[in-house]
T-cell receptor, first 110, second 119 residues
């Protein structure tokens, strides 16, 4: 039973445009949500997070939106840059451990 | 050190061998986690320590997997009698821990992982 899902395995965006990555979850007990970025042969790097009591958190070019009624979160990157090309994982926190989605490979085209 | 370190980075084992994977968390981080990541998948939780106490080992796939953190700092994940299905990247993460308040308590910082290949 996949509690956290990223339904798009890949996404291709032109440099300078907005990248939108989506994530759905099923467990309403999750209280914190995080996005990680992963380059090949490296561990996931923390990007941005949001508490379940908020609906938006912004950090520079990155904004995370949370829609609790839809059990949906999204990561917006604007403007997208070539260095943003990586695999992005959303994760939900429950009882300390993180539950991850399958990841979305983002490619930024020049 | 500045971040989480893991060793070895790569390990090749013959089926049936025992392996030991090491994790050095960020200094001062109370909580330590192990995850297993199969190819093309997200990391999956294995076990969790708070200081030296192993509070959750519900993700360990079998009794061949054993983790310890005897002094509340460095942790070792041991896999006995390795099988081909154990081939994966094993990730270690640490966080400040539940004694702290605020969003940072939830943020886990990951090491580079150990890629285990069982032949």
């Amino acid at each position: 039973d996949q509690q956290v899902k990223q339904n798009s395995p890949s996404l291709s965006v032109q440099e300078g445009r907005i990248s939108i990555l989506n994530c759905d979850y099923t467990n309403s007990m999750f209280d914190y949500f995080l996005w990680y970025k992963k380059y090949p042969a490296e561990g996931p790097t923390f990007l941005i997070s949001i508490s379940s009591i908020k609906d938006k958190n912004e950090d520079g070019r990155f904004t995370v939106f949370l829609n609790k009624s839809a059990k949906h979160l999204s990561l917006h990157i604007v403007p997208s840059q070539p260095g943003d090309s990586a695999v992005y994982f959303c994760a939900a926190s429950g009882a300390q451990k993180l539950v991850f989605g399958q990841g979305t490979r983002l490619t930024i085209n020049p | 050190g500045a971040g989480v370190s893991q060793s070895p980075r790569y390990k090749v084992a013959k089926r049936g061998q025992d392996v030991a994977l090491r994790c050095d968390p960020i200094s001062g981080h109370v909580s330590l986690f192990w995850y297993q990541q199969a190819l093309g998948q997200g990391p999956e939780f294995l076990t969790y320590f708070q200081n030296e106490a192993q509070l959750d080992k519900s993700g360990l796939p079998s009794d061949r997997f054993f983790a310890e953190r005897p002094e509340g700092s460095v942790s070792t994940l041991k896999i006995q009698r390795t099988q081909q299905e154990d081939s994966a990247v094993y990730l270690c993460a640490s966080s400040l821990g539940t004694f702290y308040r605020g969003p940072l308590v939830y943020t886990q910082y990951f090491g580079p992982g150990t890629r285990l290949t069982v032949l």
